[in-house]
């Protein structure tokens, strides 16, 4: 088993790598949990002087980034090599100032792996959208994320135009 797949079946390991790689260190975002089929991912930005704005809350480029890969390698994991999984686009709405520790929480589902399989199983592209909020310590919300996802199966042909 090479090194891209033991990250994508252990979920021990690929808390290990996002918890130690520069970008996400360095920004104060720590994976806390991440469930064994990867249905679920929680992750956390610390509120530090390395991660706060010129008025005093949290960088709005932290708390995008915590948001950013975790719906693309959690359906990467899920689907397995057969499709191609990018993110296409992305939109924040920053709700409120970001204060002390600040939460994400991405959640999929048995149904949203089979939609994915539906629609792509004639090589049509899939491009649904998912929402994340990040929540602050009482439960208000900070900031909205959506998230648009590209999927396509890769060993059926594609149509023209598709």
Same mark, same amino acid.
């Given at each position: 088993?090479? *090194? ?12 290990l790598? *996002? ?7 360095? @920004? +104060? &975002?720590r $994976?806390?949990?991440? @469930?064994p089929?990867? #249905?679920?991912?929680?992750? !956390?930005l ?7 704005? @010129?008025?005093? /809350?949290? %960088? +709005? ?11 693309? *390698?959690? %359906?990467? #994991?899920?689907?397995?090599?057969d499709? $191609? $999984?990018w993110?296409?686009? @992305?939109? &924040?709405?920053f !709700?409120?100032? +970001?204060?002390? /520790? ?5 959640? *999929? ?9 539906r !629609? /792509? ?16 310590? #009482? +439960? ?5 994320? !959506? ?16």
């Open positions: 088993m090479n *090194l891209r797949d033991q990250f994508f079946k252990k979920p021990w390991l690929f808390k790598y *996002l918890n130690h790689w520069g970008p996400y260190r360095g @920004a +104060g &975002i $994976v806390t949990e991440i @469930a089929d990867y #249905s679920r991912v929680v992750v !956390e610390r509120e530090t002087r390395n991660n706060r704005n @010129a008025v005093g /809350t949290h %960088f +709005g480029g932290s708390l995008y980034s915590m948001c950013d890969p975790f719906y693309m *390698l959690m %359906f990467i #994991s899920r689907l397995g090599r499709y $191609v $999984v993110d296409k686009t @992305a939109h &924040i709405d !709700e409120r100032p +970001g204060k002390g /520790t600040v939460h994400a929480t991405f959640t *999929l589902t048995e149904d949203d792996d089979a939609k994915v399989r !629609e /792509t199983a004639n090589g049509a592209r899939y491009t649904p959208t998912y929402v994340i909020e990040v929540m602050d310590d #009482s +439960g208000q919300r900070v900031a909205k994320v !959506e998230k648009v996802l590209y999927f396509r199966r890769k060993d059926v042909a594609r149509k023209p135009g598709k």
